[in-house]
């Protein structure tokens, strides 16, 4: 006679899943709202202080209980914050900023990101670092990093690379947004040129709104309706990687599983950017999807710092400092000088 099945066998996976996941997901969300706190009462990056308490308790992320729920925040929960972010964006801000400056900003991120894959291999670095930290530079910092980590094939190194570039690219927002508005008013750029000029350079949104409102409040605006641009951006950017990658990378590097033709948070993005382009979707929900996708956002880095070892975030080197500033350089020497020569403050 045989012994019958257990009842366990036929239970729905689902509420056992959530029970796997919750202990790592909890210890995550605790650091993204501890990181919060602190960020509004002293004014630091919400996304480096989450990611700095991840690693600094990263022995939690060890634990067989919270490691299931840890690997899920850094991944599903990452793509689904990546994709809400398509609810900022709205078709109207092409038309407010006008073809010039929309031209100049596309023109900017391609060649930003085609400079990073050029100089690479000068700082010792293949395709896979280059297209991280230029991205993340060329488009919005450290959201940007977290979207181009998703879809790139994954190694040993993927998640120090990761953080190295969130760490790196928000010190270096940080410090834009104090020198950049200084900068353009020694230049000689009126507040609207100032304000696409520090929209179209400074690596984060935050650190965008807080350099161009520091400067007046047109400025403030224009860099805000700039930098969202950049943003749009990074839907096209993602698939094109992708579809590259999917051609072009070796078995090895895509463990024999290419990567799927366009990833479904691009798709999710578009399709919420879409969406709030028709102007069906009412303002209250706009803010809650953005809300929820900043929160998302802050939980994933949370995770991938409890994945990481402090000291491997130094063995990327001083290589890896140096090819981020030389975008940042780039892209900023780019931006001014085309600022400087071309009259697109004016461009409608």
């Known amino acids: 006679m045989t012994d019958p099945q257990p009842a366990s066998g036929t239970a729905s996976p689902f509420p ?27 004014g630091a990056p919400t996304m480096l202080l989450a990611l700095l308490f ?66 690479s291999r000068l700082f010792g670095f293949r395709y896979r ?16 990093a977290m979207a181009i980590a998703a879809i790139l094939p994954r ?94 990378a070796s078995a090895q590097e895509a463990k024999g599983k290419r990567p799927p033709l366009v990833p479904i948070f691009v798709i999710g993005f578009v399709a919420l950017a879409a969406l709030r382009s028709t102007g069906l979707v009412p303002e209250i929900i706009v803010e809650i999807a953005s809300e929820a996708s900043r929160w998302l956002l802050v939980v994933a880095i949370a995770s991938v710092g409890l994945k990481t070892q402090p000291k491997d975030i130094l063995n990327v080197g001083l290589p890896a400092v140096a090819l981020l500033v030389a975008e940042t350089a780039f892209l900023a020497a780019l931006v001014g000088i085309a600022l400087g020569f071309l009259p697109l403050a004016g461009a409608g």
């Open 129 to 144: 670092f280059a297209f991280l930290s230029a991205g993340a530079v060329a488009i919005c910092g450290a959201s940007a």
């Open 16 to 42: 056992n899943r959530i029970k796997v996941l919750l202990p790592g997901v909890l210890i995550a969300a605790i650091i993204a709202l501890a990181s919060q706190f602190i960020a509004e009462h002293y």
């Open 155 to 248: 190694d040993a190194r993927s998640e120090e690379r990761l953080i190295f570039t969130v760490v790196s690219v928000t010190l270096l927002s940080t410090l834009a947004m104090i020198v950049y508005p200084v900068l353009s008013v020694a230049i000689g750029f009126d507040d609207k040129t100032t304000g696409i000029f520090i929209g179209a350079t400074v690596h984060d949104v935050a650190q965008v709104v807080g350099a161009g409102f520091s400067v007046s409040e047109e400025t403030g605006n224009v860099a805000t309706l700039v930098k969202l641009l950049r943003v749009i951006m990074l839907a096209p950017v993602v698939v094109v990687a992708a579809l590259v990658i999917r051609t072009v």
């Open 54 to 119: 991840g690693i600094s308790l990263n022995f939690l992320g060890h634990e067989a209980k919270s490691r299931p729920g840890i690997d899920f925040g850094s991944r599903q929960l990452l793509r689904l914050g990546v994709a809400l972010l398509g609810v900022r964006i709205s078709g109207e801000v092409l038309t407010l900023l006008g073809w010039k400056v929309v031209l100049l900003v596309v023109l900017a991120v391609v060649a930003t990101i085609g400079f990073g894959l050029a100089v």
